[in-house]
């Protein structure tokens, strides 16, 4: 009798969100995500959604505010992690669903945006800062992924019936309005840099050139900034580093196992009432 | 209100509670000052290169040598003419507090008066001078023989008024290049 109920509750238990818990809860103590380096230790720059470590010259930069949040972050994702386990061994608890709603899509959304940042960075840095650019390209992809995203949360509403399905488009939809989000603070740059810096960056020092070239998110590559005067002339290179890290590696896993922890779980009460 | 939204409304207000309690704190904990929560109380371009105002380049070279001309054989003086290098030394004393390496040093050596070009030189190795530390700088100069001859007879002696024309300098610092090319000095 014993053995069949264990057994029952065996199975029902949501083993995805079991790993996804435990994994969430060992992340923020498994190494940093991305690290970013100016020169031979001009700077050095390793951080994750849990800590950042800066070097610059030589010597090691504190922010109070940088750690605080930080530290925020961490217990954030421990609480989500201790959620999600919970949720994960008793699914049919009231609480289990929101509990799961809580945490299961944190380290995924921390894994995007660590990407985003420097893919976006870099965007600005390349493209944007020169100069040159047309608002029109931004505020269209801004527009057509507010389009689709609108759309595709009424369409959703409308025939989607599993609950896997419409967590699966809430969360696509989600990306798109993030996306859109990216759109609009890019052409909020266009637009800044159109209006003060007619000419981009190398217009700031007259006879001087800005050559800018940083990675996308990972890879080298050098700035350089040349200055010409009287019949003299200096250049600066900067050469640049970045790359992912193998925190990131268990995070992407992390994530995926939240994403299908949460696929998986069954929805709250009320929702089953509905059924 | 049913149980399960009001533990949706906390944890919604447990999310945004775990990321203004910590801004709220870093503030408080450095009086509300905005710029000692952002970036604390180190300063690491204030504290490495804050010196560079007060740097006298004069102050930094020490003991010049240069291979005595005058001692030379008329084969050595021969060969010197025809392109053999003259090496001059220089100690360079470092007050920075980081390290730098003088990766070229490279000009020629020109008569103000005629623009020609007497020789050239360049920095034989880089060298890395570690913070606050002393290195020995050797530059090798070629006198351009033709050039120097011309001026001999230009001036009807040695020539005189001599300056420095297309320098060129290249730094490192902490893995970042600096280059810079002066016309004339």
Redesign the interface.
């Given at each position: 009798m014993k053995m069949t109920n264990l057994r029952k509750l065996v199975k029902k238990i949501n083993w995805f969100g079991v790993i996804a818990g435990i994994l969430m809860i060992v992340l923020p103590f498994a190494g940093r995500w991305w690290r970013f380096t100016v020169g031979t230790g001009a700077i050095d720059l390793t951080t994750s959604p849990f800590g950042i470590t800066t070097t610059a010259f030589g010597q090691t930069m504190e922010s109070t505010l940088a750690k605080y949040i930080f530290l925020g972050a961490t217990i954030s994702i421990i609480i989500a992690g201790l959620f999600v386990l919970f949720a994960s061994l008793l699914p049919e608890q009231w609480w289990s669903a929101r509990l799961m709603d809580f945490g299961a899509t944190k380290v995924f959304w921390m894994a995007i945006w660590l990407v985003m940042m420097p893919l976006i960075g870099a965007f600005i840095a390349n493209r944007v800062l020169p100069g040159g650019q047309t608002l029109t390209i931004y505020i269209l992809g801004a527009t057509i992924s507010i389009i689709i995203a609108v759309l595709s949360k009424y369409l959703a509403s409308k025939f989607l019936k599993k609950l896997w399905s419409k967590r699966l488009m809430k969360l696509a939809t989600n990306v798109l309005l993030m996306i859109a989000g990216l759109f609009i603070v890019l052409a909020v740059c266009v637009f800044i840099v159109g209006k003060f810096l007619p000419s981009g960056v190398s217009g700031i020092v007259p006879g001087g050139t800005l050559n800018i070239n940083v990675p996308y998110a990972s890879g080298s590559a050098s700035t350089i900034f040349s200055m010409s005067m009287g019949g003299g002339q200096a250049t600066l290179t900067l050469p640049i580093s970045m790359g992912l890290m193998s925190g990131f590696a268990l995070a992407i896993v992390t994530a995926v196992f939240s994403i299908l922890a949460w696929i998986y779980h069954p929805g709250p009460p009320e929702e089953k009432k509905k059924k | 209100m049913?149980?399960?939204k009001v533990?949706?409304i906390l944890?919604s207000l447990?999310?945004i509670l775990?990321?203004v309690?910590?801004?709220v704190?870093?503030?408080a904990?450095?009086g509300w000052d905005p710029k000692?929560?952002?970036?604390?109380s180190?300063n690491?371009?204030e504290?490495?290169?804050g010196d560079l105002q007060n740097l006298n380049v004069e102050n930094m070279i020490g003991n010049v040598s240069l291979e005595d001309l005058s001692s030379l054989s008329l084969t050595d003086l021969l060969s010197v003419l025809q392109g053999r290098p003259i090496t001059a030394t220089a100690q360079v004393n470092s007050p920075l507090s980081?390290p730098i390496t003088i990766k070229d040093v490279s000009g020629s050596l020109v008569c103000n008066d005629d623009g020609v070009i007497l020789g050239n030189f360049r920095l034989t190795n880089a060298v890395e001078i570690p913070a606050h530390g002393s290195k020995v700088l050797s530059i090798a100069g070629t006198i351009d023989s033709s050039g120097a001859l011309a001026d001999i007879w230009n001036h009807g002696g040695l020539p005189s008024n001599i300056g420095l024309q297309n320098v060129g300098l290249k730094l490192e610092?902490?893995?970042?290049?600096?280059?810079?090319?002066?016309?004339?000095l």
């Open positions: - | 049913d149980k399960g533990l949706g944890l447990l999310s775990l990321v309690v910590p801004i704190a870093a503030f904990a450095h000692a929560t952002l970036l604390g180190s690491p371009v504290t490495q290169f980081f610092i902490y893995g970042i290049t600096l280059e810079g090319t002066f016309g004339s």
